[in-house]
């Protein structure tokens, strides 16, 4: 039997993401395939270009992590974390979901703290790093 230690592809670090000559151009493709001309995502509801990371659509947090890497304020390390979240596996097809029809919004600071007392409960000390980090970014940002 064959027992899978792995926790979740969903907070992965950048370990598992750019582990492998395969991964890291699976991880650039994403980024690349995404790049959005805006800066900073705009609240379709409001107009507002203020960062509301507690009710943000997939896409927009992309595109957010996406203008902090080109700014050169993240690293890709540091966006591992982010780009974890924007992921949304589709349970029937087990394909990615479409980063641009998903119009659901998401509340990513409890996303990351789930996250967070997930990888506690499994002492997972480095990812539990990468998503405070994550989560303290997304709060200074506000």
Request: charged share 25%; glycine share 8%; net charge negative.
């Amino acid at each position: 039997m064959k027992v899978d230690t792995g926790a979740s592809y969903l907070f992965s670090g950048s370990r598992n993401l750019a582990g492998s000559r395969v991964e890291d151009q699976q991880f650039r493709a994403i980024l690349s395939g995404h790049t959005a001309d805006a800066r900073k995502p705009v609240d379709s509801r409001t107009g507002d270009d203020a960062l509301d990371f507690t009710s943000m659509t997939r896409q927009e947090l992309f595109d957010w992590m996406n203008g902090q890497l080109s700014d050169g304020e993240m690293t890709f390390d540091e966006s591992s974390a982010f780009l974890g979240m924007t992921l949304k596996i589709s349970a029937v097809t087990g394909e990615q979901a479409d980063l641009a029809t998903d119009t659901s919004r998401i509340d990513f600071t409890e996303k990351a703290r789930q996250g967070i007392e997930f990888y506690q409960s499994h002492f997972a000390d480095a990812s539990v790093d990468r998503l405070q980090d994550a989560l303290d970014k997304m709060l200074a940002s506000r």
